[in-house]
C-alpha cells in the first residue's frame, strides 16, 4: 500500500511527520529512531541569530499535556549551516526547515541563506513567534500573514507550510490569507497559550512564567480546528495536536489532514511514528480503504 | 540505546513513602556508571512525560532504583508489583567522573541530602579505596535517614546529620562538612560527590569557595522533558551560559554553577 502525499512539488512518500522542537535536527535521535517510517522531520525553529531561550524552569507535565516555554532556543542560521547541517546530511530522511523570525526581513534572511541546500525540501514557517512590530504574534493576523508569505514566496522556488496559532477567533481565516499569499500547505495547531502555579510556593511554575500548552490535552481543539480549515482551503493540511497513536492520527485525517504530525509524544517515545504508520496501514485494510486520498477528509463525506 | 521494556524483580517499601526497586536490565547495567539516570514512563494516563531517576546500585544484570513518592508518577512507578514491566531509555546523562588518584591524601567525601543518597551507592560501590570513603547523610529525622547501613556494608565511613538531632549530629550535612574541614582537614585535599537539595549545594560551595584542592561534582535536578537533548526543557544556568541536565548533566562541577 502507497501512503505517499505531496507538499507542492515535494512528495513525502509517508503522511507522518515530526513536529517542529520535538525532534532537534534529527541527527541527535540517529541512534534510537529508524528513520525510514517518517515522512520528514520538521527541525526545531531556526532564527537569524542564535537565541539562548527562557530561564527554567521551561517545561511541566499537567498529567494530561505538556506546557513548554523554551523560548525558541536554537543556534542562529549561521551555526545551523556550519554544526547542523553536516550531521544531518549523515541521516536519510526527508527535512522541512523551521523558520522563526521577529520581522519579515528575518524570515527572507534566513531563507536565502539556507535555500541553496537540497537537504532543505520545504520551509515550515513558524508564525508563532511575538513579532516586534506587530507586538503580537503573527499567526493571529490575516493581514500579517499575507504580507510575510507574499515577501517569503518570492525568496525560493521549494515549497512552503505555513504553521499558524490556534489562538485565533476563526482559523479559517489565517489559514485562507495562508493559501492566498501562494503557501503549498498549512501546519495546524500550534501549542496553546497556557500557564501552571506552584500553590506551595504561590509562584508560576514555568521561568517565563507563561507557556505553550500540547499533548493529549489539545486534542479534541486541534481536531476541531482541522476540521474547519479543510472546509475553507484546497492546499494540504499538515494536522496535529496531541496524537499519541493510530487511532488519534486516523482521526486527523479522517478530518481533512493529509499529513499527521506528531510533538509530544516523540519526547516520550521517540520511534512512534514506526507504529503510527504501521497502524495507520491496517486500519485501511481493514476498511478497505486503498489509498490516502480516501481516507483523507472522509468524516466530511454525508 | 533504545526504548526498553525491563522487568521488575523486586520492589520493596522501605520507608512510608520510599521504594527500593530491583530491575532486570542487562543493557543497562552493562553499560551505566555512576551519576546517570533511566528516564522511566508508567503506562498509565496520568503522565505525559517521562520521569528521571537515578541509577542507585548495579549488580551483575540488575539495576536498583530508590525513589520517594512526590506526585503522581512516582505514585504510579510505587503501585506496581514484582513481575510488571517498565518502559524506560537509558541509561542516559553525564554522570560523576571518578577521580581514582594513586595520592591517597585525596579523600573522597559523598554527601546525600534526603533523597538525595539515590545516585551516591551506585557511587560507592565503583570508587576503590572504600575504606576511605566518607558518606555524609543527611535527614529530618531518625526515620528517614537512608542506606546508612549499605553504605557501612561498604565499608564506607558514615556520619549522619537529622534535623532533630534524633540519630547522628543535630544539623545539616553541611554542619558535618564543616566540622571534618575543621577536625582533619584532609590537608585541604578532597572530592566531593554531593546530591540533595539547591541549599545544600549552596552552603557547601561557599564551604569549599576558598579551598583550591577541594574538587565538587554535584548532580543537580531541574524538570525534564524528553531525557535526550531534544527538547531543551531541562535547562540549567551555568556560568558559561544555559546547559542541558538530561545530556550536559545531571552532573556539573559545582563551580560551574555557583
Ligand atoms: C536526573 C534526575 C535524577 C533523579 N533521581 C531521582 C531518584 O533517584 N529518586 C527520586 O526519588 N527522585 C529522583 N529525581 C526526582 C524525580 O524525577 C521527581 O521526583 C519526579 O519526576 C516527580 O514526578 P511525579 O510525577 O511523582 O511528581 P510531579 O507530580 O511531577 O511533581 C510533584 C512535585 O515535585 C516537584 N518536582 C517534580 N519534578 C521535579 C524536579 N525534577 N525537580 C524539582 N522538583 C520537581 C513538583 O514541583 C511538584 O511539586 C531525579 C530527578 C532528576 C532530574
Ligand atoms: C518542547 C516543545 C518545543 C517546541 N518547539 C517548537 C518550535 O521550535 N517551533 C514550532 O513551530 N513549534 C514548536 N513546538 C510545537 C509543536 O511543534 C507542535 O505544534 C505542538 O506541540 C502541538 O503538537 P503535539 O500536541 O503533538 O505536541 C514545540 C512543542 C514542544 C512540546
Redesign the pocket.
Known amino acids: 500500500m502507497k501512503l505517499d502525499v505531496k507538499i507542492g512539488r515535494v512528495k513525502l512518500e509517508l503522511p507522518v511527520v515530526c513536529a517542529s522542537g520535538t525532534f532537534g535536527f534529527a541527527e541527535e535521535l540517529k541512534n534510537l529512531v529508524d528513520f525510514s517510517k517518517i515522512g520528514a522531520v520538521i527541525t526545531k525553529t531556526v532564527t537569524l541569530d542564535m537565541r539562548e531561550g527562557n530561564p527554567p524552569p521551561r517545561i511541566f507535565?499537567t498529567g494530561c499535556g505538556v506546557i513548554n516555554a523554551v523560548g525558541l532556543e536554537n543556534p542562529g542560521v549561521k551555526d545551523f549551516i556550519e554544526k547542523k547541517l553536516p550531521a544531518m546530511r549523515k541521516v536519510s530522511v526527508k527535512y522541512i526547515f523551521s523558520v522563526g523570525g521577529f520581522s519579515v526581513r528575518e524570515y527572507s534572511d534566513v531563507i536565502s541563506k539556507v535555500d541553496k541546500f537540497k537537504e532543505i525540501a520545504c520551509y515550515e514557517l513558524n508564525l508563532s513567534c511575538p513579532n516586534l512590530q506587530l507586538k503580537r504574534i503573527v499567526s493571529q493576523d490575516p493581514d500579517a500573514i499575507y504580507k510575510l508569505v507574499r515577501k517569503v514566496r518570492k525568496e525560493t522556488n521549494k515549497p512552503i507550510i505555513v504553521k499558524i496559532t490556534p489562538e485565533v477567533s476563526d482559523i479559517t481565516e489565517t489559514a485562507y490569507a495562508a493559501e492566498c499569499a501562494g503557501a503549498d500547505a498549512v501546519s495546524l495547531v500550534n501549542t496553546f497559550f497556557a500557564m501552571a502555579i506552584?500553590i506551595?510556593t504561590f509562584r508560576p511554575v514555568l521561568g517565563n512564567v507563561t507557556g505553550g500548552y500540547s499533548g493529549r490535552a489539545i486534542k479534541p481543539m486541534a481536531l476541531y480546528r482541522v476540521w474547519k480549515v479543510y472546509e475553507k482551503v484546497k492546499i494540504p493540511i499538515i494536522g496535529g495536536g496531541g496524537i499519541e497513536n493510530a487511532d488519534d492520527a486516523v482521526e486527523f485525517l479522517l478530518a481533512g489532514a493529509s499529513i499527521v504530525s506528531l510533538g509530544t509524544v516523540n519526547l516520550v517515545h521517540p520511534n512512534i511514528a514506526n507504529d503510527i504508520v504501521a497502524g495507520i496501514k491496517s486500519y485501511m485494510d481493514k476498511n478497505n480503504i486503498k489509498t490516502l486520498k480516501r481516507l483523507i477528509g472522509k468524516a466530511h463525506e454525508k | 540505546m533504545r526504548e526498553l521494556t525491563i522487568k521488575i524483580k523486586d520492589k520493596k517499601r522501605i520507608k512510608d513513602d520510599v521504594f527500593l526497586m530491583d530491575l532486570y536490565a542487562p543493557e543497562i547495567a552493562t553499560r551505566a556508571y555512576p551519576g546517570q539516570?533511566i528516564h522511566i514512563k508508567t503506562d498509565d494516563k496520568i503522565?505525559v512525560l517521562r520521569?528521571?531517576?537515578?541509577i542507585?546500585a548495579v549488580n551483575k544484570n540488575v539495576i536498583s532504583?530508590?525513589?520517594?513518592?512526590?506526585?503522581?508518577?512516582?505514585?504510579a512507578l510505587s503501585l506496581l508489583s514484582d513481575g510488571d514491566t517498565l518502559n524506560v531509555l537509558g541509561p542516559l546523562?553525564h554522570g560523576f567522573s571518578l577521580k581514582p588518584r594513586k595520592n591517597d591524601a585525596f579523600v573522597n567525601i559523598l554527601i546525600g541530602g534526603g533523597?538525595g543518597v539515590?545516585?551516591l551507592m551506585f557511587l560507592a560501590q565503583k570508587l576503590t579505596n572504600k575504606e576511605s570513603n566518607i558518606v555524609i547523610l543527611g535527614a529530618s529525622d531518625k526515620n528517614s535517614v537512608l542506606c546508612e547501613k549499605e553504605f557501612k556494608t561498604l565499608n564506607c565511613k558514615v556520619h549522619v546529620a537529622t534535623d532533630d538531632g534524633s540519630r547522628g549530629a543535630k544539623g545539616s550535612v553541611t554542619d558535618l562538612l564543616l566540622d571534618l574541614f575543621n577536625k582533619d582537614g584532609f590537608q585541604g585535599k578532597a572530592n566531593i560527590y554531593a546530591c540533595g537539595p539547591e541549599a545544600m549545594f549552596c552552603s557547601i560551595n561557599s564551604i569549599i569557595a576558598d579551598k583550591k584542592n577541594v574538587n565538587c561534582q554535584i548532580s543537580y535536578?531541574?524538570?525534564?522533558g524528553c531525557g535526550t537533548g531534544i527538547c531543551c526543557g531541562c535547562t540549567v544556568k551555568t556560568k558559561t551560559g544555559y546547559k542541558k541536565?538530561c545530556k550536559d548533566g545531571?552532573v556539573f562541577n559545582i563551580r560551574e554553577i555557583w
Open positions: 507535565d506552584n506551595n | 539516570f503522565t520521569r528521571p531517576i537515578s542507585h532504583i530508590l525513589f520517594r513518592v512526590k506526585g503522581s508518577g512516582t505514585r546523562g533523597m539515590a545516585p535536578e531541574q524538570f525534564m541536565a545531571p
